[in-house]
């Protein structure tokens, strides 16, 4: 019913910046809170940004003052700007959104795109 798409991801010299994106889609009611996650090779998943439907934000300390989450709620979009990136920030970026659906608004669910690669050069 819900699908996230990210793009955005590639490969970058270290001190770069990349700009990851995740557009929801389907049968949306609202869009609820948006997140960015990631998974280094071999490592759990792990939470690095956090954005309420009010703009509300929360960061992971690896990434603060580094990486902005933003979204626009008309296109239902997440962004992830990330500069002076480092080669600890290579991982599959994974983007989840809390939905809830035109069939029942009243209950938001989560839902996961398929990731995207960051992988950060020395």
């Known amino acids: 019913q819900v699908q996230l798409v990210e793009s955005g991801g590639g490969l970058v010299q270290a001190g770069g910046s990349l700009r990851l994106s995740c557009a929801a889609s389907?049968?949306?009611?609202?869009?609820?809170?948006m997140c960015w996650y990631r998974q280094p090779p071999g490592m759990t998943r792990e939470l690095v940004a956090t954005?309420?439907?009010?703009?509300?934000?929360n960061y992971a300390a690896s990434v603060k003052d580094r990486f902005t989450i933003s979204r626009d709620n008309a296109k239902n979009t997440v962004y992830l700007q990330m500069n002076s990136l480092k080669p600890e920030d290579s991982a599959v970026y994974y983007c989840?959104?809390?939905?809830?659906?035109?069939?029942?608004?009243?209950?938001?669910?989560?839902?996961w795109g398929k990731g995207t690669l960051v992988t950060v050069s020395s």
């Open positions: 989840n959104a809390n939905v809830a659906v035109i069939e029942d608004p009243m209950k938001g669910m989560d839902y």
């Open positions: 389907g049968m949306i009611f609202s869009v609820n809170a």
């Open positions: 954005i309420t439907r009010g703009g509300t934000t």
